[in-house]
């Protein structure tokens, strides 16, 4: 089962911050947080990931709590072609099994 | 651009009969990934080669088989495909276990 808890959907003004929220209360240790999106008839498309520290990259940027309970996936600056369902997913580094959750419906409006 | 492609992206076969899927890949990964993803539902890792070495998830039906004949191709096997089986397939890839997956644009697989 998944371990993550994500909102069913969310709206964002297009231009604005997406901000999107992950509960994993019950992450180990070893238990990385990575993000994918799907956009619709495509495959998912990996994001970032991150263990303890915050994260950045040409996409977004992923900031993680100090417990490490939850985490925020920040799009800075939302496009229409960021709708897209949103997937948090917590994994041990060295194995080899995303496990999907329900995951965050994105709708971007002009 | 190196990535992950499947062919074809919509497959029709009729109840019972064998069809077969593909991926290749040009990214010259170690791992290749099947995922069924059912409408409206997020997608489930049916099983993965490491090399050539086969993993099978514990709860992937025996109907589903894979073959990996080279490091850039792999393939679904559906033997007797049932109403059921009427899923989007994904094929992913990552350079070793445990890396980001890269996955293509699916096949999605309709039965008469």
């Known amino acids: 089962d998944a371990k993550t808890t994500q909102p069913p959907s969310m709206d964002c003004a297009e231009g604005r911050a997406a901000n999107l929220p992950c509960n994993h209360s019950?992450?180990?240790?070893?238990?990385?947080v990575y993000w994918y999106r799907q956009i619709h008839s495509q495959g998912p498309q990996y994001i970032i990931h991150?263990?303890?520290n915050n994260e950045t990259n040409e996409m977004a940027s992923l900031i993680i709590t100090e417990d490490r309970k939850s985490s925020t996936l920040i799009l800075p600056h939302a496009t229409l072609r960021d709708t897209a369902v949103y997937y948090c997913i917590v994994r041990v580094e060295s194995t080899d099994k995303l496990i999907f959750g329900t995951g965050t419906r994105l709708q971007v409006f002009p | 651009d190196a990535m992950v492609i499947q062919n074809p992206r919509y497959q029709v076969t009729q109840f019972g009969k064998p069809v077969t899927l593909s991926c290749s890949q040009t990214l010259n990964h170690n791992v290749m990934y099947w995922y069924q993803q059912k409408s409206s539902q997020a997608p489930k890792l049916l099983f993965h080669?490491?090399?050539?070495?086969?993993?099978n998830e514990a709860d992937t039906p025996d109907n589903f088989q894979s073959r990996r004949p080279n490091t850039s191709f792999c393939f679904l096997d559906i033997r007797s495909p049932g109403l059921g089986d009427a899923a989007m397939y994904l094929c992913?890839?990552?350079?070793?276990?445990?890396?980001?997956?890269?996955f293509g644009d699916g096949t999605r697989l309709s039965i008469l």
């Open positions: 991150g263990l303890k």
């Open positions: 080669y490491y090399d050539k070495d086969f993993n």
């Open positions: 019950t992450i180990s240790g070893n238990e990385y």
């Open positions: 992913a890839t990552s350079r070793d276990v445990g890396g980001p997956q890269h």
